[in-house]
């Protein structure tokens, strides 16, 4: 760990894919090198050697060398092509989360990072994470454009108002690391960052124990969604239901009155709580109300986890911190409390263990 106050010239590998994100950049400081040297040298050589050396020296024309036209074609495209695979490669590395991963949730906000871990603890530019797991972030703002930046992870995504973005890493190495705020956000920009601290997995269930007993945000999500906003009213099930039935309905695709189908994922459950006429599924009315302005967030957030919670066909990503925790790990078995504003314990949900 550099804590001096020098930069470093490469930080810290701290995550699986950060060699590979270094190797391809030394490669293509290698490519760049190597043809930017040659080139001036070729420079200097041919405007010293073909300089005029009597006035008005009438040069002899060549007419093209098949040969040479092709290897000049060839050997540049053969090398772009390799830079084009590395970095597709090392993107799809990085953009698609593995299925198993921990969910933590982010949001930015005009100067500071705001994370929640799936049993409810909430950290403050922050973020505790167990090495050795995959952790996936979906993050979104409250305001602004911002972007979260872990160099020793050689990762970084832009947080965008109005949608989820999702970010995933493996920390393989314990330690503390620079967080950063990669978007100028306004003023206090600069001093939007943290630290990320890496811990063995004992060490974080000692420290995920010790957090006190927060809200989950599936814990939160279910309260709004059967006090406070009162959806269940509507998509709870029984003979009011006359919104669309969301147990297991995530990760499915869903088929809407225009034809098209998309899949319901964090993305789509979101734009039907903020702008629910604009996706209407077949066999319903357009009759639920947006909810824009009155959710915030975070709130947004426990809505999307709750949904989630009801159940999935391939429910294999849980919103479960770590396996050994038994601290209030969210999850469609909680469900069926007798909260009898939620009749939606009529139609158990998807039960998997
Ligand atoms: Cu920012």
Redesign the pocket.
Known sequence: MQSTSWVPLFPDQASTFAWQVDYFYFYLILVSVSFAIPIVVAIFFFAIKYREKEKFETPEEIHGSMVLETTWSIIPFVISMTIFLGGAYLYFQQYRPPADTMEIYVV?K??MWKFQHGTGQREINELHVPAGRNIKLMMTTED?L??VFIPAFRTKADVVPGRYTTLWFNATTPGKYHLY?A?Y??LN?SG?GGWVYVMPQNEFDDWLAGGGSNQTPVELGKDLFTNKLGCASCHAGGQNQRGAKLEGLFGTDVKLTTGQVVKADEEYIRNSILNPSGQIVEGYQPIMPTFKGQVTEEQLVGLVAYIKSLGSPNAATSTTAAPTTNAAAPSANTKPAATPAAPASNQPAPKKK
């Open positions: 930015g005009q100067w602004v911002h972007d705020c978007e956000c306004g920009h939007m």
